[in-house]
């Protein structure tokens, strides 16, 4: 599959947010949760994210299929909204797109988190080298997470 990762644009925002809310309906059906922020996210919410956060997305013929975003405060990345247009789930998307992510900072560590039942989803940060360092609950109190983390001696 011939897709090209790259920065995302503000532009983009729109395009973003319909993949994202049909990417993280999986999730939503996952934990029987439909408030979680990537569902309800609007699309000033997301263009103002681009004044501090760096959003990429891939490419597969013109189209966006997926996307990740991340921002650095004192000395770590955060990562957040990794999805991939569940046709193309299990195709190395989301793993391109982490590496890609990753590259853009230079932190010292890298941190996101990730609901406890979302095994997939796991599994693909422990192969990146992740590791689970916290569990806590979601905003809502229902839904278990874990924190992960890398440090860059890792990457």
């Known amino acids: 599959m011939n897709y090209q990762i790259c920065k995302s644009e503000i532009d983009d925002a729109e395009d973003l947010l319909e993949i994202q809310k049909l990417a993280y309906q999986i999730e939503a059906k996952r934990y029987n949760y439909y408030n979680f922020t990537s569902l309800n996210q609007t699309v000033e919410e997301l263009k103002s994210l681009y004044k501090d956060?760096?959003?990429?997305?891939?490419?597969?013929?013109?189209?966006?299929?997926?996307?990740?975003?991340?921002?650095?405060?004192?000395?770590?990345?955060?990562?957040?909204?990794?999805?991939?247009?569940?046709?193309?789930?299990?195709?190395?998307?989301?793993?391109?797109?982490?590496?890609?992510?990753?590259?853009?900072?230079?932190?010292?560590?890298?941190?996101?988190?990730?609901?406890?039942?979302?095994?997939?989803?796991i599994h693909l940060y422990k192969k990146l080298g992740y590791n689970i360092y916290k569990t806590d609950a979601y905003e809502c109190g229902d839904i278990n997470i874990y924190y992960m983390e890398k440090r860059k001696e890792q990457i």
């Open 53 to 121: 956060h760096i959003i990429l997305k891939a490419v597969l013929d013109g189209k966006i299929i997926g996307s990740v975003r991340a921002y650095e405060k004192n000395g770590t990345c955060y990562i957040g909204m990794l999805f991939v247009h569940p046709h193309y789930h299990n195709q190395g998307i989301g793993t391109a797109l982490m590496k890609e992510i990753e590259k853009q900072f230079k932190a010292i560590r890298y941190e996101l988190f990730v609901g406890t039942e979302s095994e997939n989803n």
